[in-house]
T-cell receptor, first 113, second 109 residues
């Protein structure tokens, strides 16, 4: 089985722009979660989608949004980028069960200038 | 809510030393417990897991035992290698996935 894939792997944007990141989960996985990882804050949960519905949301401003499509692929969008949004954005998928482990993609490295 | 606390790093060891990274959790239910490892420039990889009390997860010489009485899931390895240098995350899964802050391990030859 192919693993979780994320595109693009690297991205450079300027303040005020918006960005869309994409995640394709492992085939058959219906849950997709997004995390932001920074040296200062560590790994922070953004949101989880299951069957096209947002199941959980972390403590991030409304500039961060996401969605999931019927094939379980997910996108996250960040509008009005700020310097502090520079981070590694990780996507993870898992089977339906909430006690299952998550499988992570390689991440998208976003740099905001 | 559910949470995970793991020992702060960084941890620096010499090759072949014994490793322990402490992890304790708080959960209202009966979560599954995990250790993930992150190598530089990569995403997190599952290292081992345990789904119920007294289960022992093991992989690549690493072990951790699900201790319900002490709400702990400490990671151990008897003899670390330079290639084990990475960041290690303890995590639990109940209603949500919760991760610890991560512990950076550096192993010197």
């Amino acid at each position: 089985k192919a693993g979780v894939t994320q595109t693009p792997r690297y991205l450079i944007k300027t303040r005020g722009q918006q960005v869309t990141l994409s995640c394709s989960p492992i085939s058959g996985h219906r849950s997709v979660s997004w995390y932001q990882q920074t040296p200062g804050q560590g790994l922070q949960f953004l949101f989880e989608y299951f069957s096209e519905t947002q199941r959980n949301k972390g403590n991030f401003p409304g500039r961060f949004s996401g969605r999931q499509f019927s094939n379980s692929r997910s996108e996250m969008n960040v509008s009005t980028l700020e310097l502090g949004d520079s981070a590694l954005y990780l996507c993870a998928s898992r089977p339906s069960g909430r006690k299952d482990e998550q499988f992570f993609g390689p991440g998208t490295r976003l740099t905001v200038l | 809510g559910d949470s995970v606390t793991q020992m702060e790093g960084p941890v620096t060891l010499s090759e072949e030393a014994f490793l322990t990274i402490n992890c304790t959790y708080t959960a209202t239910g009966y979560p599954s417990l995990f250790w993930y490892v992150q190598y530089p420039g990569e995403g997190l990889q599952l290292l081992l897991k345990a789904t119920k009390a007294d289960d022992k997860g093991s992989n690549k010489g690493f072990e951790a035992t699900y201790r319900k009485e002490t709400t702990s899931f400490h990671l151990e390895k008897g003899s670390v290698q330079v290639s084990d240098s990475a960041v290690y995350f303890c995590a639990l899964s109940s209603n949500d996935m919760r991760f610890g802050a991560g512990t950076r391990l550096t192993v010197k030859p």
